[in-house]
């Protein structure tokens, strides 16, 4: 950040008084801007034990598989950002089910959170953000392909959980200088 959004001067980088971090603070208005994660939401739809995936037609990662999610919108609460992503990208429409992952995706400065969610339909589609979506078995997924660690860890708690009839919650970050917890 170069300039400040509120009154148009310059910004320094320094740790405000009553602070403990640096941050971009305008040298005229005083205005503090704070960077924080952006939400990254999406859910793993499923009718009869097949699950719904998308093949990124977007980068990062383009022509890599997903689940249907993305960048939470203002004005929405999760389970509705879910529900439109699913709708954009397969547009397909769903029930937002149980929390299902929270995933601290550091180095990105981004949060992602999946639900459980039932296709009501299996009328789908590619949407703008999607080569192709398709809805298949859990042996079909093609895993060597997807797109982030997130969408893996998302997708082996959700089968372990199906595979013990469980719906727990799991947490887990990423950071290119870790390991998943």
């Known amino acids: 950040m170069n300039y400040c959004s509120n009154c148009g001067s310059a910004v320094t980088v320094l740790v405000p008084e009553g602070e403990h971090l640096p941050r971009h603070v305008c040298t005229r208005c005083q205005t503090i801007h704070y960077q924080n994660p952006k939400l990254v939401v999406g859910c793993v739809p499923e009718h009869d034990g097949r699950l719904l995936i998308c093949r990124r037609a977007i980068e990062p990662r383009r022509g890599y598989w997903t689940v249907p999610a993305g960048f939470m919108e203002n004005g929405e ?3 509705q950002a ?4 699913s709708q954009e ?3 397909a ?3 937002i089910g ?3 992952t929270v995933v601290h995706v550091l180095h990105a400065h981004q949060v992602h959170v999946f639900f459980r969610a039932r296709l009501r339909s299996l009328e789908v589609g590619a ?3 999607s080569l192709e979506v398709r809805i298949v078995h859990p042996d079909e997924i093609p895993w060597p392909d997807l797109a982030f660690p997130s969408t893996e860890f998302t997708l082996r708690r959700y089968l372990d959980d199906r595979a013990r009839n469980e719906e727990r919650h799991h947490f887990t970050e990423f950071d290119r200088r870790l390991t998943p917890a």
């Open 77 to 79: 609460t999760l389970q």
């Open 82 to 85: 879910a529900a439109r992503e």
């Open 89 to 91: 990208e397969a547009l």
């Open 93 to 95: 429409d769903v029930e």
């Open 98 to 100: 149980s929390l299902l």
């Open 127 to 129: 949407g703008p953000e």
